[in-house]
């Protein structure tokens, strides 16, 4: 059996385990820290930069707690509405579905659902693994951590619940298709409209649902588990449909962060007084 050593150790220096890092005694004696001359930096940094932007923006829209309601836009941050104060300016669309026992943004509490989505992601734990922790910062380059642990403990172990988060992620997505048909409603809730606004939310729900199904752990709920497609041809091509979809995981992650936060902002500036919502109909 081997013990992980040739025998030709310099003195002094004793097998370590698989997690105690890469700059040990037992790993190749290079100088540099790194011998990639690219500037492999910078996908990590603008990985970083684009996380950041929008934590930032969505912390403050979450805790704004207002003008987020344009008849007959609501913002996908603040949807369904929750509270009895938005009821008074969402009535209609959305009923009033827990009362107002609580004093904080309905925001917040709506966010949990698809953030936790994201968090988990297989794809969003790369990037910010990357981007933030350094873990590692690109390929062929060794992170600086000295000990290497995983997903096996508290709190990372925490991203094997991606599975639960994903069916609290359908809902999400069926509340926002829900937002985005009564986006052809006028002000006062007759249908025929349709302003930009419904187009901004058209595209968002269409990136939103291809974002979510792309997700790895739709595509083995659909046919991961399969021995035999040619006994399940609906789900095969299911499965392939998915399949496709989760080749451009990351595209879709990205673009339906964009288009979610930009839904958000367009519903800020029309509620907020910034201009009027231009109509083709």
């Known amino acids: ?15 370590r385990p698989p997690g105690d890092g ?14 990639r001359t690219d500037r492999w930096w910078l996908a990590p940094a603008a990985t970083a ?18 003008d987020y309601y344009a008849a007959p836009y609501v913002s996908p941050f603040y949807s369904p509405c929750l509270a009895e104060r938005c009821r008074t300016m969402h009535a209609g669309p959305n009923a009033d579905l827990f ?14 659902f698809p953030l936790g989505f994201r968090l988990t992601c297989y794809y969003y734990r790369k990037a910010y693994y990357r981007g933030f922790w350094l873990s590692p910062p ?28 994903f069916y609290a992620a359908l ?10 048909v009564l986006a052809f409603r006028d002000s006062h809730y007759r249908w025929g409209h349709m302003g930009l606004g419904t187009v901004v939310f058209l595209v968002n729900i269409v990136l939103i649902w291809a974002y979510t199904l792309s997700c790895h752990s739709c595509r083995h709920i659909v046919g991961g ?5 040619s006994r399940h041809p609906v789900r095969y091509r299911m499965w392939g449909f998915v399949s496709r979809l989760n080749a451009r995981h990351m ?31």
């Open 1 to 15: 059996m081997s013990t992980g050593t040739t025998g030709t150790e310099p003195p002094g220096t004793e097998p």
């Open 22 to 35: 890469v700059r040990t005694g037992t790993r190749a004696a290079i100088g540099v820290p790194h011998l």
């Open 49 to 66: 930069a684009g996380l950041l932007a929008f934590v930032v923006y969505s912390t403050w829209r979450a805790f704004a707690d207002a």
């Open 99 to 112: 009362g107002s026992w609580w004093a904080i943004s309905p925001a917040i509490i709506i966010l949990i």
């Open 138 to 165: 690109a390929c062929a380059v060794a992170e600086p951590h000295r000990t290497y642990t995983g997903e096996t403990r508290f709190p990372l172990i925490l991203q094997n619940i991606h599975r639960y988060f």
């Open 171 to 180: 809902l999400v997505a069926g509340v926002l298709t829900y937002d985005t």
């Open 225 to 229: 588990r399969l021995k035999h497609f």
């Open 251 to 281: 595209l879709l992650a990205w673009a339906s962060l964009v288009s979610v936060a930009l839904a958000d902002f367009y519903v800020y500036l029309v509620a907020s007084g910034a201009f009027d919502d231009p109509r083709f109909f």
